[in-house]
C-alpha cells in the first residue's frame, strides 16, 4: 500500500496480486481476506484507469464479503463504495446508485 500511496503502482501490482495469491492458497478463495487483496488490486486498477480490470475483482469481491461477513459488515460497505464510484466515474449511474 505504501508504493501505492507514493504513486509506484509498477512495484505495488506484483506485490497486491502476490499477496492475492497467498491468502487464495492458504485461506481458499471464499475467505474474507481474499475479498479484501482482490479490493486492494482493484482499487489500484481502478486509480490507473483500467477500470475493465478492476470491475469484476470489485465485484468478487463484494460478493466474498457479502457471503462471508453478511450484508451489514463495514466491509460490504467499502466494496459497495468502490463498486458504485467505478460505475459512478463512467457514467453508469443507475448501477451505482442502488449500490
Known amino acids: 500500500m505504501l508504493y501505492d500511496l507514493?504513486?509506484?503502482t509498477a512495484e505495488a501490482e506484483?506485490?497486491?496480486?502476490?499477496?492475492?495469491?497467498?491468502?487464495?492458497k492458504a485461506l481458499g478463495p471464499d475467505h474474507p481476506h481474499v475479498g479484501t487483496s482482490l479490493n486492494n488490486?482493484?482499487?489500484?486498477?481502478d486509480l490507473q484507469g483500467r477500470t475493465a480490470e478492476a470491475e469484476p475483482l470489485?465485484?468478487?469481491?463484494?460478493?466474498?464479503?457479502?457471503?462471508?461477513?453478511?450484508?451489514?459488515?463495514?466491509?460490504?460497505?467499502?466494496?459497495?463504495g468502490n463498486l458504485a464510484?467505478?460505475?459512478?466515474?463512467?457514467?453508469?449511474?443507475?448501477e451505482a446508485e442502488p449500490l
Open 58 to 80: 470489485y465485484q468478487r469481491s463484494l460478493a466474498i464479503s457479502e457471503k462471508a461477513l453478511g450484508p451489514d459488515h463495514p466491509d460490504v460497505g467499502t466494496a459497495l
Open 41 to 45: 488490486l482493484a482499487w489500484l486498477y
Open 14 to 24: 506484483p506485490l497486491y496480486q502476490r499477496s492475492l495469491a497467498i491468502r487464495e
Open 6 to 8: 507514493q504513486g509506484r
Open 85 to 94: 464510484r467505478l460505475y459512478r466515474t463512467q457514467g453508469r449511474y443507475a
